[in-house]
């Protein structure tokens, strides 16, 4: 068995389309635009890559956006000052804070500083306990576009076995919890590896589908997945240089060899990467309906 590649480039493409049209028609209808906050704090070379994309979609899509590039000296005070400020910006209904930090400042009291209304990134405490009890405003970027993946390329998810390798605050867990709710694209059977799991391989071989975001290029091999199962690689690990200076970039699954037993699987780059950004222009959207008590 050859794997149907899924494409989370096409998926994102198609959904941006649709958040397009949407966005026109608020204008249209109720002169409301959409606005995002994106603050960056330092010159970290990766997080500039991820701000600048997020600020280039924003304005593809019609979505208002503010990009804030902070010194890496500024101090905890004056970064809590400009959330306020963002916080009581009726222009502004979302904010995004590119992690991470710079070390003297801490980043929790910088995410639970954000007006929850505004949180985009679903990070706040508040939209962490609505998502574990289903009643999320606004689910978390990654977590919610492998779950659009899923859903978007027909994979059925419905009691099926689902194995996560990690459990992060941002992927892991928050996966997870959206899978394993009683909903429509949900309902699975979740089972959550970590560094502390006794035999991952006899988790792995089990899963019909299996989510992975381990942060380790091979985490997952051939002999660990069993025929047919769907692979989701969220993975993002940089492995050396082209000639030319570009990164290269693998995720977390052996590609080649997993790809002869899949039945369908994300490629790194072009996979679940193109869907975290394109999440979050739709929990943008989503924060001015609600601001302007659409829904
Ligand atoms: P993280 O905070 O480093 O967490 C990694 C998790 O994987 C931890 O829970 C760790 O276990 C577990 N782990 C590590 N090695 C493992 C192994 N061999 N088997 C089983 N579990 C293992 O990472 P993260 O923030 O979740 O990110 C994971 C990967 O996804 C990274 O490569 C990151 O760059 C990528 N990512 C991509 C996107 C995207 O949009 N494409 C977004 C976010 C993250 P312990 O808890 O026991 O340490």
């Known amino acids: 068995m050859t794997a149907k590649i899924i494409s989370g480039t096409e998926t994102a493409r198609q959904i941006r389309e649709e958040l397009k049209q949407e966005i026109a028609s608020l204008k249209e209808k109720h002169n409301l635009v959409p606005g995002l906050a994106t603050v960056l704090v330092g010159a970290d070379p990766a997080?500039?890559?991820?701000?600048?994309?997020?600020?280039?979609?924003?304005?593809?899509?019609?979505?208002?956006?503010?990009?804030?590039?902070?010194?890496?000296?500024?101090?905890?005070?004056?970064?809590?000052?400009?959330?306020?400020?963002?916080?009581?910006?009726?222009?502004?209904?979302?904010?995004?804070?590119?992690?991470?930090?710079?070390?003297?400042?801490?980043?929790?009291?910088?995410?639970?500083?954000i007006d929850p209304k505004k949180d985009v990134d679903g990070f706040h405490p508040v939209n962490v306990g609505k998502l574990m009890i289903g009643e999320a405003d606004y689910l978390p970027c990654t977590p919610h576009g492998i779950q659009q993946l899923l859903i978007r390329s027909g994979i059925e998810i419905d009691g099926a076995e689902v194995v996560i390798l990690g459990r992060s605050n941002i992927v892991?867990?928050?996966?997870?919890?959206?899978l394993l709710q009683k909903k429509?694209?949900?309902?699975?059977?979740?089972?959550?590896?970590?560094?502390?799991?006794?035999?991952?391989?006899?988790?792995?071989?089990?899963?019909?589908i299996l989510i992975v975001a381990a942060g380790r290029p091979k985490a997952v091999t051939a002999d660990m997945v069993k025929e047919g199962v769907v692979v989701i690689d969220v993975g993002v690990n940089r492995i050396g240089k082209t000639p030319e200076g570009k990164s290269i970039l693998v995720g977390d699954v052996d590609f080649e060899a997993v790809k002869e037993k899949a039945k369908a699987i994300t490629p790194v780059p072009g996979g679940v990467g193109p869907m975290t950004i394109t999440m979050l222009m739709l929990n943008t959207v989503k924060a001015a309906k609600i601001a302007a008590g659409l829904i």
């Open 47 to 113: 997080s500039q890559v991820y701000v600048g994309a997020k600020e280039k979609t924003s304005k593809e899509l019609g979505i208002y956006s503010e990009r804030y590039d902070i010194p890496a000296e500024t101090t905890q005070a004056e970064l809590l000052a400009r959330i306020d400020r963002l916080n009581k910006d009726p222009k502004i209904h979302g904010i995004l804070v590119q992690l991470p930090l710079p070390k003297h400042i801490k980043e929790t009291d910088i995410l639970y500083a």
């Open 172 to 178: 892991g867990k928050p996966i997870a919890n959206i």
């Open 184 to 208: 429509e694209g949900a309902n699975a059977t979740v089972t959550v590896c970590h560094t502390g799991t006794r035999d991952i391989k006899f988790h792995t071989r089990r899963a019909d």
